[in-house]
């Protein structure tokens, strides 16, 4: 028989690591918008660093809804996870909880 262990606390870290993951790009597209503001001095770069701007925050807008979509799904995955194991745990408990 194979063995299949699930993690709930890691299902939990995992999507805690996720909702950091827009917050470190979001730090980054912040940095980039300070950087614009004050001008690298030439025109070109400025144009570049502001399409890029746009770019970036595009991909940071569809990194956040596929994180949103994940941290949905593995929060259900971890209470379905917990509650199949509360009643396997239940089902397998001598009655009067005797052992």
Do not use: N
């Not at 503001?37 to 770019?55: P, Q, S």
């Amino acid at each position: 028989m194979a063995d299949f262990t699930v993690s709930t606390e890691f299902l939990a870290k995992l999507a805690q690591d996720l909702k950091g993951c827009g917050d470190e790009l979001d730090q980054g597209l912040k940095a980039l918008q300070e950087a614009s503001r004050t001008g690298t001095g030439f025109d070109f770069l400025d144009d570049a660093c502001e399409h890029f701007h746009g770019k970036w925050e595009y991909g940071l807008k569809k990194v956040r809804e596929c994180v949103k979509v994940l941290d949905d799904g593995l929060s259900k995955v971890q209470q379905s996870y917990d509650g199949t194991e509360q009643s396997i745990t239940k089902a397998l408990t001598p009655a009067g909880g005797q052992s």
